[in-house]
């Protein structure tokens, strides 16, 4: 089994940064990937970002490609996004997601921490 627990949610202006966090514990070790996701209100869920076991590998949404920035401490088990220059439509619930590895499904998610951007 596996946890995730997300935080670092909140209220932002347009223009302003957060930075999301996810804590991974359970089974997990640093073989992993790890993907954020997010939902709008009345709209599904969708693919943000990825990144990859060791970090070395970095996939974004072209809506936040140059804005957002994931990053991993396998030391800590955490993954970051740092969300700069968020925009109204940045808003949503923000979910981290587990998977083993590329081939396989993102089958443990975050319980999800809210952001919503103000214009």
């Known amino acids: 089994q596996v946890q995730l627990v997300e935080s670092g949610g909140g209220l932002a202006q347009a223009g302003d940064s957060l930075r999301l966090s996810c804590a991974v514990s359970?089974?997990?070790?640093?073989?992993?990937?790890l993907g954020w996701f997010r939902q709008a209100p009345g709209k599904e869920r969708e693919f943000v970002a990825r990144i990859t076991r060791n970090g070395g590998s970095t996939y974004y949404a072209d809506s936040v490609k140059g804005r957002f920035t994931i990053s991993r401490d396998n030391a800590q088990n955490t993954v970051y996004l740092q969300m700069n220059s968020l925009k109204p439509e940045d808003t949503g619930v923000y979910y981290c997601?587990?998977?083993?590895?590329?081939?396989?499904?993102?089958?443990?998610w975050g319980q999800g921490t809210q952001v919503t951007v103000s214009s």
């Open positions: 359970g089974r997990a070790s640093s073989s992993y990937h």
């Open positions: 997601a587990f998977r083993w590895g590329p081939s396989s499904s993102y089958d443990y």
